[in-house]
């Protein structure tokens, strides 16, 4: 756990005035959506009600988590400009793929989780395994966000860090309780607009101390390995793999296909945010509007990083090798000490409680939503009334946050927290995409070949985990995750198809609207969510898609030159 003294933030009266307000606002929004919540539908999914700008904000903001502020910071401070591979390649591809390709299959489909799709596709067996195991992910995920607002409390107040997760958790908990999915969405919404107007001004005053971007450069360039956090490839620092090919086979199959298509496309605490959509193409669009923001947001929150490893004299000695009192995830906390004054503070402060709270809330929404439909209603209870099954899900809000908290201790084990994140993605949402496209692609796949390749998938992730820690695969950095993701995925798709050639498909007439070339269903799905004529250009996914991909690419471009 971290010590107290080198994070302790000199806040002023105006400082706590501003994050008393954003607490009062979250808190307002919640009780305010209350008043929309009369059916499990409401809490649990907002009604598929709303409009594809709030969905495409809330999807990208649902993942402005710990994630994002302290653990890709400290990724820009570790591993410099390398880090951006998780927006460009290992964010954007996948979100464009889920609006315009996978979309039309979930929510034309009408099915209320992803577990709930694998039902449909495979059998229930499959359904409630991955309920399962997402239900385990969503909890100590949830504890990652928790941590990392318990760093930011810790530094502002002088708490304790167990109190300070409690504290947190609780207030995420009011009112996710009060006001379901809608709270937890018009609020990411807002929390997208704060954070930004933290991160911007950390950016640029820090930019300002390093002497600008060229200052920047010429301190890197004077430590160990300051060459290399300036170029993009071969990226041998963030994968931890030294033969420069396969460092770059890493980067792009390992993160931008294997663990990015994994998260981004089949997570339900993503694509939750586009179920409730009021329609086809509000649901097509939000990854897509979202995409834009994800593109920009990684130099507001890489380049701080980066200026850290050259201005924090604790982070220098790390990258130095050296020994410290502060570790990679204290990068935030630590500019904001030195370069903001207060006010500034304040709206810093706000920012990052409002990163931590969306990451969390998602956690908790989803949660509520699979157990709830998949597990409760689909297995354990079901044919109970709807009232029921609303209380069911404030339930689960209570008991899932109370577990968090506890999941947030194991979170404080690492000193990256982005190393544990790509891990937890490598068990838990590898195998699945694997099995989603097995089933999307290939008709022959059989219902016992969903949990079998699940399984397998999950167990070979875990044993190179293991392996790992062991010092059997010595692979230092995420490179290890890489390389549980890629065995997750082919050990899930060996296992799906060897099981699937021992039994009986489903019939075509089963599979309309669940697999691609079953048509019907899946293609009215389809032309829905497509520009038809007269329909605006800026509406048309194909023009947003291909805009979000020009857009990651001519940043990568950029970065080559400046």
Known sequence: MLADAPLRLHAGVIDYILVATYFALVLGIGFI???????????????????????????????????????????????????????????????VFLGLFMMPFFYGSKVRSVPEFLRRRYNPATQRFQAVLFAVASVLLAGVNLYAMAIVVNALLGWPLWLAIVIAGLVVLIYTLIGGLSASIYNEVLQFFV???AMVPITLVGLHKAGGWSGLKAKLFQQPHGHDMLQAFPAHELTGIHNSFWSVIGVVLGLGFVTSFGYWTTNFTEVQRAFSAKDMSAARRTPLIAAFPKTLIALVIIIPGIVAA?????IQKLNEGGTSNVNYNDVV????????????????????????????????????TVFTYDLWQGWLRPGKSDRHYLNVGRWVTVIGTLIAIGTAFIAGNFGNIMDYIQTLFSFFNVPLFAVFILG????????????????????????????????????SSQGSSYLGGGVALVLALIVGIVVSLFQTPKSDKELVGLVTGVVDATEAATAEGVSAVGEVWYRNVWVLGIGALVLAAACYIFFMFV
């Open 440 to 475: 999307l692609l290939w008709k022959r796949a059989t219902g016992h070949a969903g949990w079998a390749g699940l399984a397998t998938g999950t167990a070979g992730a875990i044993v190179i985990f293991v392996l790992n820690q062991a010092g059997v695969i010595p692979i």
């Open 33 to 95: 959506a209350r008043r929309s919540v009369s059916s499990s539908l409401d809490f649990l999914l907002s009604g598929r009600s709303l409009p594809a700008w709030v969905t495409g904000l809330a999807f990208m903001s649902a993942n402005l988590g710990a994630t994002e502020l302290l653990g890709q910071s400290a990724n820009g401070a570790e591993f410099g400009i390398q880090a951006v591979h998780y927006y460009w390649i290992g964010a954007i591809p996948a979100m």
């Open 195 to 197: 954070i930004v107007a």
């Open 310 to 314: 050259v201005t924090v004299p604790g």
């Open 333 to 368: 906390p630590l500019l904001m000490q030195q370069l903001l004054p207060n006010g500034f503070l304040g709206v810093a402060l706000a920012g990052l409680l409002a990163s931590f709270m969306a990451g969390m809330a998602a956690n908790v929404s989803s949660l509520n």
